[in-house]
C-alpha cells in the first residue's frame, strides 16, 4: 500500500527568489534536488516554474500575480464617509431603485389577493 505523501502550505515565494532559482536551474545547470535542499522550494515546484517561465517569460512571476491570485475574499467596502460625491449618489440611487422595486412588488401581489378573493366572492380583510 503506498503511503500518502503530506502537503505542505502553499509558497507565497517573492519574486526575486522564484527568477534566481529558475535562473539556477536553467542557466547554470544546477540540479533541483540542490536547489531544493537550499531553498526548501519542493523540485516539483521549482521544475514547474522553469516550464512556466521558458512558455510565458518571467514576467508572469509577479508580485501582483501572487498576490492576487491568493488574496481571499471581497475587497474591504468603503465607508459612506470615505465615498465621493458621486459615489454617494450612486449608491443612493440604486438603494431608492430597489426600495421602489420591492414596493411595487408588494403592491402588485396585494392586488393579485384582492383579485382571488373577489372572484371567490369573499371581501378582503382590512390588514
Known amino acids: 500500500m ?9 509558497l507565497m515565494v517573492p519574486f526575486t527568489e522564484k527568477k534566481r532559482l529558475v535562473l539556477q536551474h536553467n542557466e547554470k545547470g544546477v540540479s533541483l534536488r540542490k536547489l531544493e535542499a537550499q531553498s526548501g522550494v519542493p523540485a ?8 512556466y517561465a521558458s512558455r510565458y517569460g518571467m514576467a508572469a512571476f509577479t508580485d ?5 491570485r ?3 475574499g471581497r475587497p474591504k467596502k468603503k465607508t459612506f464617509e470615505e465615498m465621493t460625491e ?3 449618489l450612486r ?7 430597489a426600495e421602489n422595486a420591492l414596493l411595487k412588488k408588494v403592491r ?5 389577493r384582492e383579485a382571488r378573493l373577489r372572484k371567490i366572492g369573499s371581501k378582503p380583510s382590512k390588514n
Open 44 to 51: 516539483s515546484t521549482i521544475r514547474y516554474w522553469a516550464t
Open 108 to 112: 402588485a401581489l396585494v392586488e393579485e
Open 70 to 72: 491568493y488574496s481571499m
Open 86 to 88: 458621486l459615489e454617494k
Open 64 to 68: 501582483k500575480y501572487t498576490s492576487e
Open 91 to 97: 449608491y443612493e440611487n440604486a438603494y431608492l431603485k
Open 2 to 10: 503506498k503511503k500518502k505523501q503530506k502537503r505542505g502550505p502553499i
